[in-house]
């Protein structure tokens, strides 16, 4: 345990170790993150509280559910406009605030990582087409673990959108894996480039005839 901490982030560490609630322990964290100056000495601290403020989140989730006999809420966003766009990536890489700053999606934009906890979209214009940008949680847990929520979005999109932040201690780590968990998972994220044509066949039908890498002609 960090013994060098400002005296604001301390009270706020002391406060979480005093809560009783769930919500008085998310807020004390909150609070706690907010206060911690980030260098290298706070950096396992700041890990178990990012990770423990997740968990808690997800507890405080279940506990919802279970006093209100539901279930958790659908992560499916229906496609609205031209195209749906999902932007996907670690915490705090700027999802929310681009999703704020195009649209008027109602948003949750924090400096606390993993405020995001369920998907929100919002309508954008460009050249005067509507396109539907959609803000997730984090790709990847704070366990590491790969959100199979978020890859469901992601394979449903149209586009997708993996955002970096530059404040990024390790920007090619980040972006790496956000890459690696995408295309482990059966979403494509680089094509090659081709063409084809299409020939209407004298018994019926069609036969489409690739001019570059695209495989085999196929048939309908």
């Given amino acids: 345990m960090v013994t060098n901490l400002p005296a604001e982030a301390a009270a706020k560490l002391n406060k979480y170790s005093e809560a009783r609630t769930t919500e ?7 609070e706690f993150l907010s206060a911690v100056p980030k260098h ?14 997740a968990e808690l989140r997800e507890e405080l989730e279940r506990e919802k559910v279970k006093r209100s006999g539901g279930s958790r809420p659908g992560i499916f966003v229906e496609k609205e ?18 999703v704020a700053r195009l649209t008027n999606a109602k948003v949750v ?8 906890r369920i998907p929100a979209p919002g309508m954008a214009t460009y050249l005067d087409v509507k396109l539907q940008l959609v803000d997730t949680p984090p790709l990847l847990t704070p366990n ?16 997708v959108g993996v955002v970096v932040g530059l404040d990024s201690d390790d920007v090619a780590r980040d972006l790496g894996s956000a890459l690696r968990a995408l295309d482990e998972r059966g979403v494509a994220y680089s094509l090659q480039k081709g063409f ?8 019926g039908g069609v036969t489409l005839v690739p001019t570059g890498p695209l495989g085999s002609a196929r048939q309908s």
């Fill in 24 to 30: 008085e322990k998310i807020r004390a964290l909150e």
């Fill in 40 to 53: 290298k000495g706070t950096e396992k601290l700041r890990l178990w509280a990012t990770r423990r403020l």
């Fill in 81 to 98: 406009g031209a195209g749906q766009i999902v932007l996907v990536g670690p915490p705090n890489s700027g999802k929310s605030s681009i």
């Fill in 109 to 116: 934009v924090s400096p606390i990582p993993y405020s995001t």
């Fill in 144 to 159: 590491g673990e790969v959100n199979s929520r978020v890859v469901a979005l992601a394979r449903n999109a149209d586009v």
């Fill in 196 to 203: 084809a044509r299409l020939e209407r066949r004298r018994e």
